[in-house]
C-alpha cells in the first residue's frame, strides 16, 4: 500500500504526526527476501520504458546535519571518489544492458541526489553525466534534471557544469538562515555563505531555484520562521520545500529527550509553525502542491504533468539508490 502526501498535517490526536516521512514507495520495513534472485533482463523485459526515471545517487557530504539519517559518509579518502565513479559506471553499463533494445528506451526525468553531488569535483560531476548520457542514454538536455546542492559545494564552476549539461533545477539546502538555528540542527553554516551560493546559482541561470527549510528546530520562534522564509523569498525562488524537523534514531539530534512523539508542545509548535509558513507563502503568490512543497505560480514547468515514476519505472545508480519496476522494486 502507498500513501500521498497530504497537504496538510493531520490533526494532533494525542499521537505525534511527526515520526516518519511518507513517500510514496514501500517503506524500508515492507522488504523481504526474494524466494529466488530474478535476472535483471527479466524484470525489465515486459515493462513499458518510454518514459523513465533515472537517479544517480552520491553518497558523500562535507557534513552530516542532525537530523540526516540518509545514507552518506562524511568526506572521502583520496581516489574514493573515483572509484566510486567507476563502481557507478560499471553498474550503469550492467542495468543498461538489462534494459533490452535501445529503441525501446528513454528517459522522461533525471535527478542527481545524495549525500551531495555537488560534493564531487567540476570534473567528477562531467563524468556523472557522462554516466548518465553515455552508458544510460539519457538526454540530459531535453529532460529535467535536479540536482541538490549545499551552501558550501555550490561553486561556480560546479554550477557551470551543470547548467552546460542541461540541469533545469538546483535543490540547495538551508533549513535556515538564523546562525543559531542551523547550529542547532548542527548544520555549520555561515548566512553570508549562503547568500553567496544563492547569487552564485542565479548567475549560472539555472531554470528552477528551490531552497529547502525546516521548521521546529530548538529556539525557533514565529518570528525567526518568518525571518528565514523572507530570507529566501529575497531570492524568488521557483520553489521552496518546507520541512518539519524529525528526530530520527541514531542521528546527532537523537539525544533529544522528546524524541518519539512524548513532546505535544513541540507536535503544537510545529503545526504553528507550518502554517505560518503556509500562509506566508500563499500570500506571497505561491501554490501549495503538497505538504512541503510550494511552487511560484509563474515557475517554469519541470516535466508532464502526467509522469509517475511509480508506474513509468525508475532506474536508481548507487549506493543509497532503489530501482523499481510496477510490480517489483
Keep these: 500500500m502507498t500513501t500521498a502526501e497530504p497537504l496538510a498535517p493531520e490533526p494532533l490526536t494525542g499521537v505525534s504526526p511527526y515520526q516518519h516521512y511518507v513517500y510514496a514507495y514501500p517503506h524500508k520495513t515492507a522488504y523481504r527476501p526474494l524466494p529466488a534472485r530474478p535476472l535483471l533482463s527479466d524484470l525489465w523485459a515486459a515493462e513499458p520504458k518510454d518514459a523513465l526515471s533515472l537517479y544517480l545517487h552520491i553518497p558523500f557530504c562535507e557534513v552530516r546535519c542532525g537530523f540526516c539519517n540518509l545514507f552518506t559518509r562524511i568526506g572521502a579518502p583520496d581516489g574514493l571518489t573515483g572509484a566510486y565513479l567507476d563502481a557507478l559506471e560499471r553498474q550503469a553499463t550492467t542495468v543498461r544492458d538489462a ?13 542527481f541526489g545524495g549525500g551531495t553531488p555537488t560534493f564531487l569535483t567540476a570534473g567528477e560531476l562531467e563524468r556523472l553525466c557522462d554516466i548518465a548520457e553515455h552508458r544510460m542514454g539519457a538526454d540530459l538536455r531535453a529532460v529535467p534534471l535536479s540536482v541538490e546542492a549545499s551552501p558550501a ?7 557551470a557544469v551543470l547548467a552546460e549539461r542541461g540541469a533545469t533545477r538546483l535543490s540547495l539546502g538551508v533549513q535556515s538562515f538564523v546562525g543559531t538555528e542551523a547550529r542547532a540542527a548542527v548544520r555549520p553554516q555561515r548566512r553570508a555563505d549562503v547568500e553567496t551560493a544563492l547569487g552564485r546559482i542565479r548567475d549560472a541561470r539555472i531554470p528552477v531555484l528551490n531552497i529547502d527549510l525546516i521548521y521546529g528546530i530548538d529556539g525557533q520562534s514565529e518570528q525567526s520562521w518568518l525571518h528565514s522564509l523572507d530570507a529566501a523569498l529575497a531570492w524568488r525562488p521557483e520553489e521552496l520545500y518546507l520541512y518539519p524537523l524529525y528526530v530520527r534514531p ?3 539530534l537523537d539525544r533529544r529527550a522528546s524524541a518519539g512523539g512524548s513532546d505535544p508542545a513541540w507536535d503544537e509548535q510545529r503545526l504553528t509553525l507550518y502554517r505560518t509558513g503556509r500562509d506566508h507563502l500563499l500570500a506571497h503568490g505561491y501554490t501549495q502542491q503538497s505538504m512541503r512543497m510550494f511552487r511560484r505560480a509563474d515557475a517554469p514547468p519541470q516535466g508532464a504533468d502526467d509522469h509517475a515514476c511509480q508506474t513509468d519505472g525508475m532506474i536508481g545508480l548507487g549506493c543509497g539508490a532503489r530501482s523499481y519496476t510496477a510490480e517489483l522494486h
Design 99 to 111: 534494459l533490452g533494445e535501445s529503441d525501446r528506451v528513454r528517459f522522461a526525468t533525471a535527478a
Design 250 to 252: 541514531l542521528t546527532g
Design 153 to 159: 559545494t555550490a561553486t561556480a564552476d560546479r554550477l
